[in-house]
Protein backbone atom coordinates (compact mmCIF):
# COMPACT_ATOMS: atom_id res chain seq x y z
CA UNK A 1 0.00 0.00 0.00
CA UNK A 2 3.07 1.96 0.70
CA UNK A 3 4.65 1.35 -1.98
CA UNK A 4 1.36 2.55 -4.40
CA UNK A 5 0.95 5.48 -2.31
CA UNK A 6 4.73 6.82 -3.01
CA UNK A 7 4.25 5.72 -6.77
CA UNK A 8 0.88 8.37 -6.38
CA UNK A 9 3.01 10.95 -5.25
CA UNK A 10 6.17 10.51 -7.90
CA UNK A 11 4.09 10.46 -10.65
CA UNK A 12 1.39 13.90 -9.27
CA UNK A 13 5.06 15.31 -8.83
CA UNK A 14 6.24 14.43 -12.26
CA UNK A 15 3.00 15.69 -14.31
CA UNK A 16 3.75 19.05 -11.94
CA UNK A 17 7.21 19.22 -13.08
CA UNK A 18 6.18 18.77 -16.23
CA UNK A 19 3.44 21.55 -16.35
CA UNK A 20 5.88 23.54 -14.90
CA UNK A 21 8.37 23.21 -17.79
CA UNK A 22 5.52 23.87 -20.22
CA UNK A 23 4.75 26.78 -18.56
CA UNK A 24 7.96 28.30 -18.85
CA UNK A 25 8.66 26.91 -22.46
CA UNK A 26 5.10 27.96 -23.74
CA UNK A 27 3.97 31.13 -21.49
CA UNK A 28 0.32 31.64 -21.56
CA UNK A 29 -0.46 34.73 -23.20
CA UNK A 30 -3.69 37.10 -22.66
CA UNK A 31 -5.50 38.66 -25.78
CA UNK A 32 -4.51 41.75 -24.94
CA UNK A 33 -1.04 41.18 -24.16
CA UNK A 34 1.34 40.72 -26.86
CA UNK A 35 4.73 38.89 -25.41
CA UNK A 36 7.21 39.47 -28.40
CA UNK A 37 10.71 37.85 -28.97
CA UNK A 38 14.08 39.62 -29.03
CA UNK A 39 15.12 39.40 -33.07
CA UNK A 40 17.17 41.94 -33.11
CA UNK A 41 19.87 39.97 -34.17
CA UNK A 42 18.60 38.73 -37.17
CA UNK A 43 17.71 42.20 -38.58
CA UNK A 44 20.19 41.99 -41.28
CA UNK A 45 20.33 42.13 -45.22
CA UNK A 46 20.61 39.01 -45.87
CA UNK A 47 18.07 37.50 -43.63
CA UNK A 48 15.39 39.92 -44.57
CA UNK A 49 15.94 39.30 -48.46
CA UNK A 50 15.29 35.73 -48.01
CA UNK A 51 11.40 36.18 -46.73
CA UNK A 52 8.51 35.28 -48.44
CA UNK A 53 7.01 38.48 -49.40
CA UNK A 54 3.59 39.03 -50.71
CA UNK A 55 0.93 42.32 -50.95
CA UNK A 56 -1.88 43.60 -49.25
CA UNK A 57 -2.29 43.85 -45.51
CA UNK A 58 -1.28 43.20 -41.83
CA UNK A 59 -3.64 43.50 -39.22
CA UNK A 60 -4.07 45.53 -35.70
CA UNK A 61 -6.98 44.29 -33.75
CA UNK A 62 -7.66 46.66 -30.69
CA UNK A 63 -10.03 44.26 -29.26
CA UNK A 64 -7.61 41.66 -28.76
CA UNK A 65 -3.92 42.55 -29.53
CA UNK A 66 -2.13 39.15 -29.95
CA UNK A 67 -4.80 38.01 -33.02
CA UNK A 68 -3.29 40.51 -34.65
CA UNK A 69 0.72 41.01 -36.45
CA UNK A 70 1.08 44.82 -35.59
CA UNK A 71 1.92 45.41 -31.93
CA UNK A 72 4.31 47.49 -30.06
CA UNK A 73 7.63 46.86 -30.66
CA UNK A 74 6.78 44.17 -33.55
CA UNK A 75 9.10 43.65 -36.63
CA UNK A 76 8.08 43.71 -40.06
CA UNK A 77 10.44 43.05 -42.79
CA UNK A 78 9.55 45.10 -46.20
CA UNK A 79 11.03 44.58 -49.79
CA UNK A 80 10.39 47.94 -52.05
CA UNK A 81 10.47 46.90 -55.75
CA UNK A 82 9.82 48.18 -59.68
CA UNK A 83 8.67 45.91 -62.79
CA UNK A 84 8.68 45.81 -66.20
CA UNK A 85 4.99 45.57 -68.34
CA UNK A 86 5.62 42.66 -70.37
CA UNK A 87 2.23 43.30 -72.97
CA UNK A 88 0.09 45.60 -73.44
CA UNK A 89 -2.78 43.66 -72.70
CA UNK A 90 -4.94 46.45 -70.69
CA UNK A 91 -7.25 43.28 -69.09
CA UNK A 92 -4.59 40.86 -67.98
CA UNK A 93 -1.36 42.51 -68.45
CA UNK A 94 1.89 40.80 -67.23
CA UNK A 95 4.61 41.97 -65.18
CA UNK A 96 8.35 41.22 -64.50
CA UNK A 97 9.90 41.87 -61.41
CA UNK A 98 13.67 43.84 -61.92
CA UNK A 99 15.12 42.11 -58.64
CA UNK A 100 18.27 44.45 -59.16
CA UNK A 101 15.88 47.27 -58.32
CA UNK A 102 14.40 46.07 -55.01
CA UNK A 103 14.86 47.43 -52.19
CA UNK A 104 15.05 45.36 -48.65
CA UNK A 105 14.15 46.88 -44.97
CA UNK A 106 11.73 46.69 -41.79
CA UNK A 107 9.67 48.26 -39.69
CA UNK A 108 9.58 48.43 -36.45
CA UNK A 109 6.47 49.36 -34.26
CA UNK A 110 7.23 52.07 -32.07
CA UNK A 111 3.29 52.83 -31.27
CA UNK A 112 -0.04 51.99 -32.28
CA UNK A 113 -3.76 52.26 -31.69
CA UNK A 114 -7.08 52.80 -34.04
CA UNK A 115 -6.49 55.93 -34.99
CA UNK A 116 -3.06 55.89 -36.00
CA UNK A 117 0.05 53.92 -36.26
CA UNK A 118 4.23 55.43 -35.55
CA UNK A 119 7.02 52.97 -36.63
CA UNK A 120 10.48 53.69 -37.95
CA UNK A 121 11.53 52.21 -41.41
CA UNK A 122 15.23 51.59 -41.72
CA UNK A 123 16.46 50.17 -45.57
CA UNK A 124 19.50 48.65 -46.39
CA UNK A 125 22.12 49.91 -49.40
CA UNK A 126 22.07 47.75 -51.99
CA UNK A 127 26.00 46.40 -50.46
CA UNK A 128 23.55 44.67 -47.98
CA UNK A 129 24.47 47.94 -45.44
CA UNK A 130 21.65 49.68 -43.38
CA UNK A 131 21.60 52.72 -45.49
CA UNK A 132 19.25 55.22 -43.31
CA UNK A 133 16.61 55.21 -40.91
CA UNK A 134 13.38 57.15 -40.93
CA UNK A 135 10.45 57.74 -38.50
CA UNK A 136 6.78 57.97 -39.43
CA UNK A 137 3.04 58.83 -37.81
CA UNK A 138 0.42 57.46 -40.02
CA UNK A 139 -3.26 58.38 -39.26
CA UNK A 140 -5.95 56.65 -40.14
CA UNK A 141 -6.98 56.74 -44.15
CA UNK A 142 -2.91 58.24 -44.56
CA UNK A 143 -0.34 57.42 -46.61
CA UNK A 144 3.01 57.23 -46.29
CA UNK A 145 6.34 57.43 -49.26
CA UNK A 146 8.42 55.55 -46.78
CA UNK A 147 11.59 55.29 -48.93
CA UNK A 148 10.90 58.96 -50.41
CA UNK A 149 10.94 57.93 -53.69
CA UNK A 150 8.16 59.75 -54.43
CA UNK A 151 5.44 57.10 -54.60
CA UNK A 152 3.22 56.20 -51.80
CA UNK A 153 3.88 52.43 -50.18
CA UNK A 154 1.79 52.35 -47.46
CA UNK A 155 -1.72 53.28 -45.68
CA UNK A 156 -3.17 52.88 -42.35
CA UNK A 157 -7.19 51.91 -43.14
CA UNK A 158 -10.48 50.55 -41.62
CA UNK A 159 -11.53 47.39 -43.89
CA UNK A 160 -14.32 47.16 -46.74
CA UNK A 161 -15.02 43.97 -45.86
CA UNK A 162 -14.93 43.10 -42.07
CA UNK A 163 -14.17 39.75 -40.86
CA UNK A 164 -15.69 37.77 -38.15
CA UNK A 165 -13.79 38.22 -34.96
CA UNK A 166 -11.69 41.74 -36.34
CA UNK A 167 -14.63 43.97 -36.22
CA UNK A 168 -12.86 46.82 -35.30
CA UNK A 169 -9.39 45.85 -36.91
CA UNK A 170 -7.22 48.45 -38.96
CA UNK A 171 -4.94 47.47 -42.17
CA UNK A 172 -1.46 48.28 -42.51
CA UNK A 173 -1.38 48.03 -46.56
CA UNK A 174 1.12 47.96 -48.44
CA UNK A 175 0.20 49.73 -52.13
CA UNK A 176 1.39 48.44 -55.09
CA UNK A 177 0.44 50.32 -58.92
CA UNK A 178 0.42 49.03 -62.34
CA UNK A 179 0.78 52.78 -63.31
CA UNK A 180 3.80 53.58 -61.47
CA UNK A 181 5.09 50.19 -62.07
CA UNK A 182 6.22 50.06 -58.22
CA UNK A 183 5.64 46.91 -55.94
CA UNK A 184 5.55 47.31 -51.80
CA UNK A 185 5.54 44.02 -50.33
CA UNK A 186 6.01 42.72 -46.64
CA UNK A 187 7.12 39.55 -45.22
CA UNK A 188 5.69 39.03 -41.11
CA UNK A 189 8.77 37.53 -39.24
CA UNK A 190 6.73 34.53 -36.79
CA UNK A 191 9.77 34.30 -34.75
CA UNK A 192 9.37 37.37 -32.49
CA UNK A 193 5.71 36.19 -31.52
CA UNK A 194 5.04 33.70 -28.41
CA UNK A 195 5.13 30.31 -29.48
CA UNK A 196 7.03 31.53 -32.75
CA UNK A 197 3.74 31.08 -35.11
CA UNK A 198 1.91 33.73 -36.90
CA UNK A 199 -0.77 35.00 -35.12
CA UNK A 200 -4.35 33.58 -35.71
CA UNK A 201 -2.32 31.55 -38.15
CA UNK A 202 -1.90 34.31 -40.54
CA UNK A 203 0.88 34.99 -42.81
CA UNK A 204 -1.04 38.30 -43.98
CA UNK A 205 -4.14 39.55 -46.04
CA UNK A 206 -4.97 39.51 -49.36
CA UNK A 207 -6.88 42.60 -50.80
CA UNK A 208 -9.84 42.15 -52.10
CA UNK A 209 -10.78 43.90 -54.26
CA UNK A 210 -6.85 44.28 -55.13
CA UNK A 211 -5.31 48.04 -54.60
CA UNK A 212 -4.57 50.28 -57.98
CA UNK A 213 -2.15 47.59 -59.92
CA UNK A 214 -2.69 43.96 -57.32
CA UNK A 215 0.18 42.39 -56.27
CA UNK A 216 3.08 40.35 -57.11
CA UNK A 217 4.25 37.63 -54.83
CA UNK A 218 8.33 36.96 -54.48
CA UNK A 219 9.59 33.92 -53.08
CA UNK A 220 13.15 33.65 -52.60
Given at each position: ?K???K????L??G ?10 A ?13 IS?T?N???IS ?6 GS????PD????G ?5 V ?5 L?KV???N ?5 P ?5 E ?5 G?ITVDS?N?E???F ?6 A??N??H?S ?8 R ?7 LV??T????V?K ?12 L???E ?5 M????P????R???P?G ?11 GG????LP
Amino acid sequence: MKKVFKAGIVLVLGIAMLISVAACAFPFQSPDEVVLQDISGTLNFTSISRQAFMGGSVLYNPDEPSSGQLAQGVHLAVRLGKVDLENGDTEQPSFSDREADARYGYITVDSINKESISFTYTEYAAEGNASHSSSFIVGLDERADINRDGLVDITYVKPVRKRPGLEQAVYLTFLSSQEELNTSMFAVLPEQYSRGVYPSGLMGIKNTPPQSGGVLKILP
